[in-house]
């Protein structure tokens, strides 16, 4: 299966600045997607990074607060915007590898805002 | 909306006992995954179920896709301390593939005492 690599695995950011998390594969996937998970809660899902074209954001979520690039078919990259301490979560990245195969999840980044 | 039920919350068991746990909606969904989360890392898929009715095994997992297409069980059976973790139950949203946007189930904490 893929392997997926996040970057940074955690950081303590202050209030009201904005943090890149990036997500690199080892292979071209087609769909990439990015989840939240707030502090032992459940996974939510922010946003499907569509390679070449706008972010499909989820109700609740923003481009503003959450622009996500996708330059090509192995990287993503999500920013969290302006952070507040309701930002600290685990911020996690899948994909879809093809055919009928399930997402598969990287480990992760644990943003904690101070 | 569509969303997915798990029972229970959380366990404590003693090791080498059978564990099962559950989740419902009051949606059809066309796939049901299973997934755990060590500390610190992302979910791993566990096992995946595509049709109504199907039983599947992976080691001491066995997982089923209930026959209403509306519920899902996963068993381990003999259970050791590794199996420490939470489990989460996921679908796909308005009965799209498992590449697709996912929902999870608020999850499954489980505890093993040696």
């Known amino acids: 299966s893929a392997v997926i690599s996040q970057k940074p695995s955690r950081d303590i950011c202050q209030r009201g600045t904005s943090l890149t998390i990036q997500c690199q594969v080892d292979s071209q996937v087609t769909m990439m997607f990015w989840y939240r998970q707030q502090p032992g809660q459940s996974l939510t899902l922010i946003a499907t990074a569509n390679q070449g074209s706008e972010a499909t954001y989820e109700s609740g979520f923003v481009i503003d607060k959450f622009p996500i690039s996708r330059p090509n078919l192995t990287f993503s990259t999500l920013t969290v915007s302006n952070m507040s301490p309701e930002d600290s979560s685990i911020y996690l990245c899948?994909?879809?590898?093809?055919?009928?195969?399930?997402?598969?999840f990287g480990d992760g980044t644990r943003l904690s805002i101070l | 909306g569509q969303q997915l039920n798990q029972s229970p919350q959380s366990m404590f068991i003693q090791e080498g006992e059978d564990v099962s746990m559950n989740c419902t909606s009051s949606?059809?969904?066309?796939?049901w995954l299973w997934y755990k989360q060590d500390p610190g890392e992302g979910p791993v898929l566990l096992i995946a179920l595509y049709k109504a009715g199907e039983l599947t095994s992976n080691g001491r997992l066995t997982a089923q896709f209930g026959i209403t297409r509306k519920d899902s069980f996963l068993n381990i059976s003999a259970s050791i301390p590794s199996d420490v973790g939470i489990y989460f139950c996921a679908g796909p949203v308005n009965y799209g593939g498992s590449q697709g946007n996912l929902i999870f189930g608020k999850g499954t904490k489980l505890s093993v005492k040696p």
């Open positions: 949606s059809i969904f066309n796939t």
């Open positions: 899948s994909v879809a590898p093809g055919g009928n195969q399930p997402q598969h």
